[in-house]
């Protein structure tokens, strides 16, 4: 199911008929979209490979969705806490940080 980012850009902008059915697998998605940023930064062989804007349109829909499927009863923080983990990745060509680093810090201020 969440083996793609995409996967969250229909979530993040469709209604589903039960939410119930889909919450645990979203908090499981999570996890999976944190494990591809973590390999996506391992696998920069170049200072090129890394731009600030990186990540923002999976990160953004993946707070979309949370935020669609608050009421299900699910405590997506931790996992959006592993999200964010995950941005701060070593790699010898990363040259600073991500926008949307300061967008889930937000989020999560907020949920905590």
Do not use: C
């Amino acid at each position: 199911l969440f083996r793609s980012p995409e996967a969250f850009t229909f979530f993040a902008s469709n209604d589903v008929p039960d939410k119930m059915v889909f919450a645990e697998a979203i908090r499981t998605g999570i996890l999976i979209q944190a494990r591809l940023i973590r390999e996506n930064i391992q696998r920069y062989s170049h200072s090129s490979h890394y731009y600030p804007d990186q990540f923002g349109w999976e990160v953004e829909r993946v707070l979309r969705t949370v935020d669609r499927f608050s009421d299900t009863g699910v405590d997506y923080l931790p996992a959006v806490i592993e999200l964010r983990k995950a941005l701060t990745e070593k790699s010898e060509y990363k040259e600073g940080n991500y926008r949307i680093e300061s967008v889930l810090d937000k989020w999560i201020k907020n949920k905590k």
